[in-house]
């Protein structure tokens, strides 16, 4: 298994410890973050240049022109958060305000105290009904996954998330609990899951490799440990494995 | 002037503990702050070393397992900010220096301020004792969100001691709520004459409006406690959706939601968050100005900007939830409402640079800390219009990036408002204790300040880079024995773990120096002249200062304390240092040298 979460050591990503960065939109993403912390470095800079000067010289007589020390940089800063809150709203509209297309790859993630099931949707294209009075770990049915459902036949249920690359993912966010936190830093996402609520997030996988995914969100003892792999591969590998997952029928 | 008055200083024990002596209040809630704070830091030093050293086992209790981390996390968090960062400077300093700064000698409900201060020390006898029973304290962190702390079953701690974190809680809302109704019928209407409002000294301002965000915060907390407390005990289901199926256990109620309660919880959390910098701000303010000896830069858009980050702070409770299943437009709009809270926010930053802007200010230890203040409201604030950009947040929520955020501007320079206030104010301290006015050693109070601000940042600063590296904060461990993609990321951030770990021995080690300073200055203090900072506000006028001065039951029995200006006039050298206090009336102040 190749680990490759360090970004070459020279690129400003690394700097600041960035991951390495595989989806369509982490550039962008990590564009306008990259901007954001030296700016924010910048000003930190400047405010203490500013506090070190202000001390250090000779005596005057008090500040008094409030337009220049006050309003005048005010509005320059305000400007400056007006110009980031702009260009972070386009990025987030890109992200969030729309669905996926029609096109986009179904993909099931379930948070359950302290595992992650990803579940496949098969040639129907249709997730089956899930029952919580059907959960059973011990009858590999974690899901409570109704047999009784047509749609449930083709579903393939798997600890590990496999994505093609370059396709875009529909993922559906689901909690059978308590609120779970789905986080893949490399590929720049994060969405809690919710008990009761649905929700969904899309993206688009660039760089085939091995990743991490975590929970984020405080779930309970086994919290830390709540991770599972995700792996990004070339088309042709994801049909490959799919088929070698075993569907809810053959369970 | 009056007798000395053998109640005040001879009282019996109960009549002591029960007072109802502001000052006296005062001084309780800030000996129950300091308790919690060394509990609380102790604490975080466990979750330190365990994070780092994971097999050191504890002594008296052995090796630390993850449940423990979790209660130990929750009761940190919470004691920190509950205990020390809402109760010290609002309840405590409040107390012991709001009044005499409007000129007053009672709060406006002093059986309530009494009630008041027992119920939040019950409320952390309450929680102190949650981790002592079966299974232990809560695991749901201070944010406490549902199912997990709605269902017994979700883990251990869940059950009675998550029942005991929401007594103690519900006390201390209780508590505050009570408290801030006191606090703000006090200024309104115990105000001497002559000081109208816009005479009031920034502090005050602090402490107003944090109370007004107390009353409105407290109560919707209140409320959701005791929504939380039925959805466990009561059957209902506001918090909870049907078929949740919790470790086994399925809910067959009402179908709840538990963004509600993420929704009621930051209504109050956000601006809780401000209850607890706002007096330091002020403080701030009048500190900067008072050793620089001018007035603070700006001074009315500082009233404000401070009341205006009060309104703006009770509207920007969904940037904790842009990714909590939040509507993508929703947190559009909390961004947008949060990043504006930078603005008032920097025009007060804009304000302490002016007012010391070639100064020349006289560097006393209430001073150092003050500076120390701005710098980390200046880094901690940085990062708030960082994290309030929603797509930003998708990379960066939950992670040790957030943490240092809060901790530098919310526990650092909160706890760097409460040193300078002790140390400024240490001799009205002295003088409630009834020990005429000490001051505490300046030059244990540098060193102490040099070695906790350098810490500080050796604390925090590198939280940062964790946090970008993807370190997700509630992990108990780093490592889980096998090489995983997640342990592989996760290796990335030992470097700046272990750097925290021991920045934070400095950290605590440095406050030692700031516990012997006290216990030494009050056994063996030297006194000092009256109003030793050559302040302009009403708590160093010689009626307060005076140790031996009783509280008359009325105002009437005393000779009255009449305001003539504003606060902070100085005359600058080469004039003398000429300071003219806002109780000097104009035809005793010596003709102007200029
Ligand atoms: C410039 C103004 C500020 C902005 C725009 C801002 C923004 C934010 C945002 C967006 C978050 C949520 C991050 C996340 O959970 O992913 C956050 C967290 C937090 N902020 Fe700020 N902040 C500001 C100032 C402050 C101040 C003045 C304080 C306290 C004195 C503070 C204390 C906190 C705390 C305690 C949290 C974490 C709460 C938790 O999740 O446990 N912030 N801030
Ligand atoms: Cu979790
Ligand atoms: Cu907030």
Known sequence: MILASAPTATSPSAFWYLPIDAAAHGPALDHHLLLNLWIALALLTLAHLILFTGLILRLRSEPTHIGRIEYLPLAIITTLFIALAVRAESLWAANRYTGPSRTALQIEVTGVQFAWYFRYPGPDATFGVTRPQLVSAAEANPLGIDPADPHSIDDRVTSKLVLPANREIDLTLRSQDVIHGLSIPELRLKQNAIPGQTVHLHFTATTPGTYALLCTQLCGLGHFRMNATVQVVPWGDYIGWLASQPTEAHQ | ?594
């Open chain 2, 1 to 594: 002037m009056t007798l000395p008055n053998q109640q005040v200083l001879s009282p019996k024990l109960y009549t002591r503990l029960f007072t109802t002596d502001h000052r006296i209040i005062g001084l309780q809630y800030l000996a129950l702050a300091l308790f919690s704070v060394t509990i609380g830091t102790l604490l975080s030093l466990v979750m330190r070393i365990h994070l780092v050293w994971p097999t050191w086992p504890l002594p008296l209790h052995g090796l630390i397992l993850p449940e423990d981390y979790l209660a130990v996390v929750t009761l940190h968090g919470t004691i920190m900010l509950f205990f020390v960062l809402t109760t010290a400077p609002q309840a405590g300093f409040g107390n012991l220096i709001l009044p005499s700064q409007l000129g007053a000698r009672h709060m406006a409900f002093p059986v309530l301020n009494a009630l008041s201060f027992w119920t939040t020390a019950a409320a952390l006898i309450t929680l102190l004792s949650s981790p002592l029973v079966p299974n232990g304290a809560a695991i749901s962190g201070w944010t406490a969100y549902p199912p997990l702390s709605a269902v017994a079953a979700a883990g251990p701690g869940q059950g009675l001691g998550m029942d005991l974190w929401l007594v103690s809680i519900s006390l201390f809302a209780l508590a505050s709520t009570a408290s801030s109704i006191n606090i703000l019928t006090t200024i309104i209407r115990n105000r001497c004459p002559g000081l109208t409002w816009d005479r009031l000294p920034l502090t005050v301002w602090g402490w107003f409006t944090a109370a007004l965000l107390s009353l409105i915060a407290f109560s919707v907390l209140l409320a959701a406690l005791l929504l939380l407390f039925c959805d466990r005990h009561c059957g209902t289901g506001f918090f909870v959706p049907t078929g949740d199926l919790v470790n086994g256990v399925l809910h067959r109620g009402a179908n709840g939601s538990p963004l509600l309660w993420l929704h009621l919880f930051w209504f109050f959390g956000h601006p809780e968050v401000y209850i607890a910098i706002l007096p330091g701000m002020g403080l701030t303010s009048m500190l900067l100005a008072n050793f620089s000896r001018r007035r603070p830069f700006a001074y009315r858009t500082m009233i404000y900007t401070t009341l205006l980050i009060g309104l703006l702070g009770l509207l920007v409770w969904g940037h904790h939830m842009f990714v909590s299943g939040l509507n993508p437009f929703a947190s559009s709009a909390f961004s947008v409402s949060s990043i504006a809270i930078a603005i008032p926010a920097t025009a007060k930053v804009l304000s302490w640079l002016a007012t010391i802007w070639r100064a020349k200010p006289q560097y006393t230890t209430a001073m150092l800390f003050s500076l120390g203040f701005v710098s980390l409201f200046i880094a901690g604030g940085l990062t708030g219009p960082i994290l309030a950009q929603p797509i930003l947040d998708q990379y960066l929520n939950n992670t040790l990036f957030v943490v240092a955020h809060f901790h530098l501007i919310m526990a650092m320079a909160g706890v760097f408002g409460l040193f300078a206030a002790t140390y400024y104010w240490f001799p009205q301290i002295s003088a409630a204790l009834g020990k005429p006015n000490l001051i505490l050693s300046e030059s244990l109070g540098r060193w102490h300040f040099w070695i906790t601000i350098l810490a500080a940042y050796a604390v925090f600063l590198p939280m940062h880079l964790s946090g970008l590296a993807g370190e997700p904060r509630h992990y108990a461990q780093l490592t889980t024995g096998s090489l995983t993609p997640t342990t592989a990321l996760l290796a990335r951030t030992i470097p700046a773990n272990l750097h925290t770990t021991y920045s934070a021995f400095v950290l605590a080690a440095a406050q030692l120096l700031f516990f012997y300073n006290l216990v030494r200055t009050l056994l063996r203090g030297t006194p000092a002249p009256e109003n030793p900072w050559q302040s302009t506000t009403l708590e160093w006028h010689p009626q307060f200062t005076n140790p031996f001065f009783p509280l008359p039951a009325s105002d009437e029995e005393t000779e009255k304390i009449i305001v003539y200006r504003d606060p902070c006039h100085y005359h600058a050298p080469p004039s003398g240092t000429i300071f003219i206090p806002q109780w000097m009336p104009d035809a005793s102040i010596d003709p102007k040298p200029e």
